[in-house]
């Protein structure tokens, strides 16, 4: 990194950290001024509970993925990572009792 871009990130460093107490300040006034609506709540819960899908797994495979992927595209993994197998994820089963 060129000293040219250190001297830029250290003023928006600075820029950020004096803003802070302002933003803070402006986020707490609008909690307390929130209006708490029942109905607008109620009607998203609804809507999550007519569109919601059940999932195959946590999410962690997919996560794992990605993150390969944007080492691969940083350059820090090699390609060879494809050769792996597959795994087929499954579900969980639950042992029967006797």
Same mark, same amino acid.
């Given at each position: 990194?060129?000293?040219e871009q250190q001297e830029i990130n250290r003023r928006l460093v600075r820029q950020w950290k %004096? %803003? %802070?107490p302002e933003l803070e *300040?402006?986020?707490c006034e609008e909690l307390r001024a929130y209006v708490y609506d029942p109905h607008a709540v109620d009607a998203l819960f609804e809507f999550g509970l007519?569109? %919601?899908q059940p999932r195959e797994g946590s999410g962690l495979v997919e996560m794992q993925r990605f993150f390969v992927q944007a080492a691969r595209r940083a350059g820090l993994v090699a390609?060879?990572?494809d050769s792996y197998p597959k795994v087929k994820q499954e579900?969980? *089963?639950v042992a029967e009792s006797h």
């Open positions: 990194m060129s000293t %004096a %803003a %802070a *300040r402006v986020r007519r569109h %919601a390609d060879a990572i579900g969980l *089963r």
